[in-house]
């Protein structure tokens, strides 16, 4: 019996044996140690669409059409949709990027979307406003301060002198002529001088009188004086200056005789100072004469011929005035500014009257915001507003419509130089923001062209690059 017992029992653990082993094979991960699945790896993250839009300022005149561009990276489909974000009114602009600017002036935006990821865009800013500076070719020389640019009768530009690069202060030895037409300046002989006066003739010749012919370590004025004949192109000496000078004013007289006043001439201890003496010279004999003297030694002044005829000269580290008078060959005063001015501008407008306006009563002073109004008639100055921006060493242009540009020059102690401008309309004796110049110019040149525009040239940290008011 026991026997048999034992004898079930192991048939009875083979039994549950057999059963166990098909349970185990119908699970198989039963009893099994389970291995984890591998970590898939992270996708690699794909780099943002990049759009960048040139140029990303634009200053254009109404109607006026300019191409933008854009550049899409990290995209295999770099093209781009064009819109004017203010709609119509901002202007329009086609697929190629051809913008045509609104006949509205105000502040717009160009945009460049994306085609292949439409999230993705990029603006340009546009002002477009009535007038505008665009560049134009460069000069062949670097002119840093103290050069001219004369208008010709055949209207070129006529480009002289002035000294080198700040830092250098080399007295430049070429002249070169600006052509209109071709937007370029090629070279127009030697003339080796600074702070000069070049003028229009009557006859279209220009006189190239005085300037400085060294400016470092010692500033060596000069006596000597030439004639750059009209339509030839040719220099040729002419009479000498009975003092040779730098820094002086040169007026036209309505009687073709060309008034030469003030300046800086040598001591006799060798070093400069200001002169009040003047002088003429007379075309017909090509000579200088004495002419008197101005009541005050004058430099950085200005000289305004008046439709009478007299000439009104005003400041230079003074707020005093005079007329020159060609008829009795002598000087009066008349009014006073009311404030020092040197290196300011006066302009002579339509209706017979100067605005003065800018300049610095010194160096390290607040330079002039109040702008004033000389009235022949009254031979008084009185108030014609503020500037917007105070400045001293920068221009002033009488345009076609009767109001004045004023461009440029340095706006405080730190010698820091502005592109901005400002029109002045003298209609009401106010000054309104104008379209800023490409590059921030002081002591520089700016000559009104033939047909309205204004070519401005030079001037310091400016380098060889001239541009176009229109």
């Given at each position: 019996?026991?026997?048999?017992?034992?004898?079930?029992?192991?048939?009875?653990?083979?039994?549950?044996?057999?059963?166990?082993?098909?349970?185990?094979?119908?699970?198989?991960?039963?009893?099994?140690?389970?291995?984890?699945?591998?970590?898939?790896?992270?996708?690699?993250?794909?780099?943002?669409?990049?759009?960048?839009?040139?140029?990303?300022?634009?200053?254009?005149?109404?109607?006026?059409s300019r191409t933008f561009t854009a550049e899409v990276t990290n995209a295999s489909d770099t093209t781009v949709s064009w819109s004017v974000q203010e709609g119509s009114v901002g202007g329009s602009i086609t697929?190629?990027?051809?913008?045509?600017?609104?006949?509205?002036?105000?502040?717009?935006?160009?945009?460049a979307t994306s085609k292949a990821d439409s999230t993705k865009s990029a603006s340009a800013l546009v002002?477009?406003?009535?007038?505008?500076?665009?560049?134009?070719?460069?000069?062949?020389?670097?002119?840093?301060?103290?050069?001219?640019?004369?208008?010709?009768?055949?209207?070129?530009?006529?480009?002289?002198g002035g000294l080198g690069p700040s830092g250098d202060y080399g007295v430049v030895d070429e002249a070169e002529q600006f052509d209109p037409a071709k937007g370029t300046f090629q070279a127009a002989g030697n003339i080796t001088r600074a702070f000069h006066s070049a003028t229009l003739l009557a006859n279209g010749d220009v006189l190239i009188a005085g300037g400085a012919v060294q400016w470092s370590p010692n500033q060596v004025p000069t006596d000597s004086a030439e004639i750059l004949k009209a339509g030839t192109g040719v220099l040729q000496q002419t009479g000498s200056l009975s003092t040779p000078r730098y820094g002086h004013t040169a007026t036209l007289l309505q009687d073709g005789r060309v008034l030469i006043a003030g300046g800086e001439v040598l001591t006799s201890t060798g070093t400069v100072q200001e002169t009040a003496t003047a002088e003429l010279y007379d075309p017909a004999s090509g000579?200088?004469?004495?002419?008197?003297?101005?009541?005050?030694?004058?430099?950085?002044?200005?000289?305004?011929?008046?439709?009478?005829?007299?000439?009104?000269?005003?400041?230079?580290?003074?707020?005093?005035?005079?007329?020159?008078?060609?008829?009795?060959?002598?000087?009066?005063?008349?009014?006073?500014?009311a404030a020092t001015r040197f290196e300011f501008t006066?302009?002579?407008?339509?209706?017979?009257?100067?605005?003065?306006?800018?300049?610095?009563?010194?160096?390290?002073?607040?330079?002039?915001?109040?702008?004033?109004?000389?009235?022949?008639?009254?031979?008084?100055?009185?108030?014609?507003?503020?500037?917007?921006?105070?400045r001293w060493g920068h221009t002033a242009t009488l345009l076609t419509d009767g109001t004045v540009l004023i461009a440029g020059g340095e706006i405080d102690a730190d010698d820091d130089t502005t592109a901005s401008t400002e029109i002045f309309h003298p209609d009401t004796s106010s000054f309104t923001s104008g379209p800023f110049m490409t590059q921030a110019r002081v002591d520089h040149t700016a000559t009104l062209l033939q047909d309205g525009s204004v070519l401005f040239a030079g001037g310091d940290n400016s380098g060889i690059s001239a541009e176009i008011y229109q």
């Open positions: 019996m026991k026997r048999l017992n034992l004898q079930g029992a192991s048939i009875a653990c083979l039994t549950l044996l057999f059963a166990s082993f098909n349970s185990g094979c119908a699970n198989p991960s039963a009893g099994v140690q389970q291995v984890p699945p591998l970590p898939q790896p992270s996708p690699v993250p794909q780099p943002s669409v990049i759009i960048s839009v040139s140029p990303s300022y634009l200053q254009i005149k109404r109607g006026a697929d190629a990027g051809v913008y045509t600017a609104s006949v509205t002036e105000g502040t717009y935006h160009v945009t002002m477009v406003s009535a007038s505008t500076f665009t560049p134009t070719g460069n000069m062949t020389v670097d002119r840093f301060s103290g050069s001219t640019a004369t208008l010709l009768p055949n209207g070129q530009v006529f480009v002289a000579t200088f004469t004495f002419a008197g003297s101005m009541s005050t030694p004058r430099t950085s002044h200005t000289a305004t011929l008046l439709p009478n005829g007299k000439v009104l000269i005003a400041g230079g580290w003074s707020a005093s005035a005079e007329l020159y008078d060609p008829v009795t060959n002598s000087f009066t005063l008349t009014g006073s500014m006066a302009t002579l407008l339509v209706d017979g009257k100067v605005l003065v306006a800018g300049g610095a009563v010194d160096y390290d002073e607040v330079y002039q915001g109040a702008a004033e109004i000389y009235d022949p008639a009254s031979g008084q100055f009185t108030p014609a507003g503020n500037l917007l921006t105070p």
